[in-house]
């Protein structure tokens, strides 16, 4: 059973940082690429950033760039986000995400609340 467990939201103040954690099991984490995509109060999902199979290569959505870097560890099947200088609108339950075999997986989700 695929199962993705998010960990490390909270509240923070404004410009403050958060590190997300995504542990993975039931498929092999190594072989496939990662997620995050986040949902605000009252808006669809959107995504945020994308890390490779094995780490290698990247991409943000235009306004998490230069704060938000997605990574990878696969020796402990786990998925991170660091998120720095934090702003209000980045308020929302953030979900990792993998696609197998044309089938999204999600987690349940971490709040991460800015505000002061």
């Known amino acids: 059973e695929v199962q993705l467990v998010e960990s490390g939201g909270g509240l923070v103040q404004p410009g403050g940082s958060l590190r997300l954690s995504c542990a993975a099991s039931?498929?092999?984490?190594?072989?496939?690429?990662m997620s995050w995509v986040r949902q605000a109060p009252g808006k669809g999902l959107e995504w945020v950033s994308t890390?490779?199979?094995?780490?290698?290569?990247?991409f943000s959505a235009e306004s998490m760039k230069g704060r938000f870097t997605i990574s990878r560890d696969n020796a402990k099947n786990t998925l991170y986000l660091q998120m720095n200088s934090l702003k209000p609108e980045d308020t929302a339950v953030y979900y990792c995400?993998?696609?197998?075999?044309?089938?999204?997986?999600w987690g349940q989700g971490t709040q991460v609340t800015v505000s002061s």
């Open positions: 995400n993998t696609v197998l075999l044309g089938a999204a997986y």
């Open positions: 039931g498929f092999s984490f190594v072989d496939y690429a």
């Open positions: 890390v490779a199979y094995d780490g290698g290569s990247t």
